[in-house]
C-alpha cells in the first residue's frame, strides 16, 4: 500500500495526522479516494466547499493533482473525504482497490485522539454571555477592548481548569 508524504488544498499545505489514498470500485465507475484525518480549524475552512484543488505526494515521490469533490464526515474524528471519477485504475498503481462489496474499508482514526490534534492545532469558537453584574463592573467591561478580555477570560478559565 502506498501512503501519502503531503496535502495541499489550493496550494496551501495542510497538516494530515493519518491518511489514506485508495480506489474505490463500484459497478458503474472506479473513484480515487483520499480520506484525511485533519485538525477542527481545517474542516471549517473547507467544509463549505463542493471542489478544491488538490495536489498529493506520495511517499514513493509521485505526485497525484486533481480537482477532487469533498465530503465532510460527521462524528469522530475531524476529517476530510476526497474523491474524483477516473477512468484508468492501472494509472495509480500501487494503490488499493476497494469495492463496494468489501466489509472494510481502510481506518484511518486508529491511535489518534481529539486531544492530540487540539494539542497541534486548537480551533477558536465565539462565544455570547449573559451576566447580571454591578453597573460599575459593566462600565469596566464597555471599556475593554475585545482583545484584553478574551485573554482576561481565557486566563481565568486556564487556572480553573487545571
Given at each position: 500500500?502506498?501512503?501519502?508524504?503531503?496535502?495541499?488544498?489550493?496550494?496551501?499545505?495542510?497538516?494530515?495526522?493519518?491518511?489514506?489514498?485508495?480506489?474505490?470500485?463500484?459497478?458503474?465507475?472506479?473513484?480515487?479516494?483520499?480520506?484525511?484525518?485533519?485538525?477542527?480549524?481545517?474542516?471549517?475552512?473547507?467544509?463549505?466547499?463542493?471542489?478544491?484543488?488538490?495536489?498529493?505526494?506520495?511517499?514513493?515521490?509521485?505526485?497525484?493533482?486533481?480537482?477532487?469533490?469533498?465530503?465532510?464526515?460527521?462524528?469522530?474524528?475531524?476529517?476530510?473525504?476526497?474523491?474524483?471519477?477516473?477512468?484508468?485504475?492501472?494509472?495509480?498503481?500501487?494503490?488499493?482497490?476497494?469495492?463496494?462489496?468489501?466489509?472494510?474499508?481502510?481506518?484511518?482514526?486508529?491511535?489518534?485522539?481529539?486531544?492530540?490534534?487540539?494539542?497541534?492545532?486548537?480551533?477558536?469558537?465565539k462565544v455570547t454571555l449573559?451576566?447580571?453584574?454591578?453597573i460599575n463592573q459593566v462600565?469596566?467591561?464597555?471599556?475593554?477592548?475585545?482583545?484584553?478580555?478574551?485573554?482576561?477570560?481565557?486566563?481565568?478559565l486556564e487556572s480553573h481548569?487545571?
Amino acid at each position: 500500500m502506498v501512503s501519502v508524504r503531503s496535502v495541499k488544498v489550493d496550494g496551501e499545505s495542510i497538516y494530515i495526522f493519518n491518511s489514506a489514498i485508495y480506489i474505490f470500485e463500484s459497478s458503474m465507475c472506479y473513484t480515487l479516494q483520499l480520506d484525511v484525518i485533519v485538525s477542527e480549524v481545517v474542516v471549517n475552512r473547507y467544509k463549505t466547499e463542493e471542489q478544491l484543488i488538490i495536489e498529493v505526494e506520495l511517499e514513493d515521490g509521485r505526485i497525484i493533482s486533481s480537482i477532487m469533490h469533498l465530503k465532510t464526515v460527521p462524528g469522530g474524528l475531524p476529517q476530510l473525504n476526497l474523491f474524483c471519477d477516473i477512468e484508468d485504475p492501472d494509472e495509480y498503481s500501487g494503490l488499493d482497490i476497494v469495492s463496494e462489496s468489501d466489509s472494510e474499508f481502510p481506518d484511518i482514526e486508529t491511535g489518534i485522539t481529539l486531544e492530540d490534534i487540539r494539542k497541534v492545532e486548537m480551533p477558536n469558537e465565539k462565544v455570547t454571555l449573559k451576566l447580571n453584574l454591578p453597573i460599575n463592573q459593566v462600565e469596566w467591561l464597555k471599556n475593554q477592548k475585545a482583545r484584553d478580555l478574551n485573554a482576561i477570560i481565557k486566563e481565568l478559565l486556564e487556572s480553573h481548569l487545571r
